[in-house]
């Protein structure tokens, strides 16, 4: 995953550059064409924009550290399950409790609820099979791509037996929007989120090492097992952050951080997690800028991420990219 290149623009300068640009697209769309009331759309907009960067952050965060800790540029969280497993809480809670959900624990509860059954199984799947398999990363990756499938699978059943109502409400919350997002729950997360990412900047220097690999890892001082149990744990409450928030984005963490690792043109992480991040906001927020703006939200700005991401993600399969 090292990355050697002779550059004409240095790392710190390209973060400086990508800093610009993602603040002349969150300026743009919060400006361009105001009319009418302009305090609740430049509110209603920032809300927006918030959670495009609680997104980009979680996204560009979690597949660039999961990448590190596996040396795989290929594998993201979601081959894990993470995105399968909320499709089926989502499923289950419809099909057998309510199509509003679970009216008496309130939206903060309800997105509680979710994060906590996710990181729940990170914590099954990471902490205890990572020790019990004798820190054996790719079989439990093997199993994580066998939960997600069995998952996946339980949902398709249930959403057969839907009816059609049902079937559209599910269909609302398991395509990722940034519009449904409550703003109570934006701050809750934003605070989370805050905390995680001080916490993951203090690390920054420790993942250059683990990107070395476990044995050289090991031989420069780095409790190994500690360091890895740890990273995954808050991997996983990045992403369940960002799935119970707005839904799954299964390729936007590979398409931003791939081209993280292509354009910094540094291995060092202080470089390449402000990279990824701030290439997820241009890609979030322009994107979503583009849509509204010049072909009038012809389609989702999800759909095109995933397209898009899809296509990189069979692209590295054909070229055999290095792990």
């Not at 400006?31 to 927006?48: D, P, V």
């Amino acid at each position: 995953m090292l990355v050697n290149q002779k550059r004409f623009i240095s790392s710190r300068n390209t973060v400086l550059i990508l800093l610009g640009i993602a603040l002349f697209c969150v300026i743009f769309f919060m400006t361009f064409n105001l009319k009418g009331n302009i305090s609740y759309i430049l509110t209603h907009r920032a809300w927006i924009v918030l959670t495009m960067i609680l997104v980009a952050f979680s996204a560009a965060t979690s597949t660039l550290l999961f990448q590190t800790v596996t040396n795989n540029r290929i594998l993201t969280p979601s081959i894990m399950g993470f995105e399968s497993l909320f499709v089926l809480i989502q499923t289950v809670v419809i099909f057998f409790i309510d199509a509003q959900g679970i009216p008496y624990i309130g939206i903060v509860g309800k997105f509680i609820f979710e994060s906590s059954l996710l990181i729940l199984f990170s914590l099954f799947l990471y902490r205890g099979l990572f020790t019990k398999l004798k820190q054996n990363l790719h079989l439990v990756l093997l199993i994580g791509i066998i939960l997600g499938t069995l998952f996946r699978s339980f949902s398709n059943l249930l959403q057969r037996l839907m009816t059609p109502t049902e079937f559209a409400v599910l269909q609302s919350r398991i395509f990722a929007t940034f519009t449904r997002a409550e703003p109570v729950l934006i701050v809750f997360s934003l605070v989370i989120a805050s905390i995680i990412g001080l916490f993951l900047w203090r690390m920054r220097f420790r993942f250059d090492v683990l990107a070395l690999g476990r044995d050289n890892a090991i031989n420069l001082g780095v409790d190994y097992q500690k360091s890895v149990t740890i990273i995954l744990l808050l991997v996983s409450v990045l992403v369940s952050i960002s799935t119970a928030l707005v839904g799954p984005f299964t390729f936007l963490g590979l398409l931003i951080a791939n081209l993280a690792y292509s354009i910094s043109g540094s291995s060092q992480h202080r470089f390449l997690l402000p990279t990824a991040f701030l290439l997820g906001v241009i890609f979030l927020v322009g994107g979503q800028m583009f849509l509204e703006r010049v072909l009038n939200m012809v389609g989702a700005l999800s759909i095109v991420i995933e397209f898009i991401g899809g296509s990189l993600f069979i692209f590295l399969l054909l070229k055999k990219v290095p792990m």
